[in-house]
C-alpha cells in the first residue's frame, strides 16, 4: 500500500502504511521483505525533499539487504543512495556508491548498469568542472 499511496500522491499515508509493514517484516525477522520496505520509505522522503532522511534509510535498507545477500536489492538501493547524496552536495559519497552499484550490476550482468554508468559519470563530470 506504501507504493500506491506515494504514486497517489498520499505522502503521509505512504510512510505510515510502510512504517507498519517494517514493523511487521521485523516481528516476522524477514530481513529481505524490511530491506525493500525501507528502500521504498527512502523513495519517500526523498519525492518529499528530506533528502537527508533518505540517505539514513537507504543504509539500513542496505544492513537488512546484505544480512540476506540480496545482492540486487543492495545495487539498487546503493543507486538510489548515490542519487540522493548528489542532490545533498556530497558527490565524494554520491560517486562511491554509484560506482559500488555499478560493480554490482555488471558482475550480475544487470542492465540497469546503465542508469548507474550515467550517474557515475555525471557526478565524475561536476567534480571535474568544479575542482572537487
Same mark, same amino acid.
Given at each position: 500500500? &506504501? ?5 497517489? *500522491?498520499?505522502?503521509? !499515508? +505512504?510512510? /505510515?502504511?510502510?512504517? @507498519?509493514? =517494517? ?18 520509505? &527512502? ?5 518529499? *525533499?528530506?533528502?537527508? !532522511? +533518505?540517505? /539514513?534509510?537507504?543504509? @539500513?535498507? =542496505? ?18 543512495? &548515490? ?5 545533498? *552536495? ?43
Amino acid at each position: 500500500m &506504501g507504493i500506491a499511496h506515494r504514486e497517489t *500522491g498520499q505522502i503521509e !499515508k +505512504a510512510i /505510515e502504511s510502510l512504517e @507498519r509493514a =517494517i514493523a511487521l517484516c521485523r516481528q516476522l525477522r524477514d530481513a529481505k521483505s524490511e530491506g525493500d520496505c525501507l528502500t521504498n520509505l &527512502g523513495n519517500v522522503f526523498a519525492v518529499r *525533499g528530506e533528502l537527508r !532522511k +533518505a540517505v /539514513e534509510i537507504y543504509q @539500513r535498507s =542496505i544492513k537488512c539487504k546484505q544480512a540476506v545477500g540480496d545482492i540486487r536489492g543492495i545495487a539498487s538501493t546503493l543507486l538510489n543512495l &548515490g542519487r540522493a547524496c548528489l542532490q545533498v *552536495g556530497d558527490y565524494s559519497q554520491s560517486l562511491k556508491h554509484a560506482e559500488t552499484a555499478l560493480q554490482i550490476y555488471d558482475q550480475i550482468r544487470d542492465p540497469v548498469a546503465g542508469k548507474a554508468r550515467e550517474i557515475v559519470e555525471r557526478v565524475r563530470e561536476f567534480k571535474k568542472k568544479h575542482n572537487l
